[in-house]
């Protein structure tokens, strides 16, 4: 186990509505990541924050947005959902100071948009 | 830019075999390269990573991985295969931001 949880496990919305997803980092980590598994596909990164400041993006639009908390935990917010948001996303949490630069993942959220 | 790519798709090896699954690199420097491991319903997990320091990076559950620079590939290897190691691995590209590969789902006959 990673220590990096993500909720809800899974959740259905309809084309237009808003969704929100959430990630508790692991301890000591003040980074966070989320990628976008279409099924059958590689993670595709969305964004990135450190410090509660985004620190770099994805080719992804507006409509997906994004805070991190004072505890390093995390939100992703998607807009205006549409049919192809359908997929698995994932939280990956670090410690940037360290440079270790090694990705910790959590098992993800599985959103279907009908 | 950074990229990778998996060069098949789908994996097929006999329990008790060799497993090779295998990955290039493209980087406009020295990378950093991973692979992970995605089981069903589970979430990824770190198998190996590669950082400069050796070639041949030993990694979790029996896998390693070797740093070709002059091919640029991080193919991963297992002596032998286990029922348990079938999954979908990832090769990986990356400093904060990662580049992930299309993936090669490994299958092991019994």
């Known amino acids: 186990e990673t220590g990096v949880t993500q909720s809800p496990t899974h959740l259905i919305k309809t084309r237009g509505q808003q969704v929100t997803l959430r990630c508790s980092s692991q301890s000591g980590h003040n980074t966070v990541s989320w990628y976008q598994q279409a099924l059958g596909q590689g993670p595709q990164f969305i964004f990135q924050y450190y410090r509660e400041e985004e620190n770099g993006r994805g080719n992804f639009p507006p409509r997906f947005s994004g805070l991190q908390f004072p505890n390093y935990s995390s939100e992703l917010n998607v807009n205006a959902l549409e049919l192809d948001d359908s997929a698995l996303y994932l939280c990956a949490s670090s410690l940037w100071d360290r440079r270790e630069n090694i990705q910790y993942f959590g098992a993800g959220t599985r959103l279907s948009v009908l | ?110």
């Open chain 2, 1 to 110: 830019a950074q990229s990778v790519t998996q060069l098949d798709s789908h994996v097929s090896v006999s329990e008790g075999t060799p497993v090779l699954l295998r990955c290039n690199y493209s980087s406009s420097y020295s990378p950093s390269l991973f692979w992970y491991v995605q089981h069903p319903n589970k979430g990824l997990q770190l198998l190996l990573k590669y950082t400069s320091a050796a070639t041949l990076v030993k990694g979790i559950n029996g896998f390693e991985a070797e740093f070709k620079k002059s091919e640029t590939s991080f193919h991963l290897t297992k002596p032998s295969a286990h029922m348990s190691d079938a999954a979908e691995y990832f090769c990986v590209v990356g400093g904060n931001q990662f580049y992930f590969g299309t993936g090669t789902s490994l299958t092991v006959i019994p």
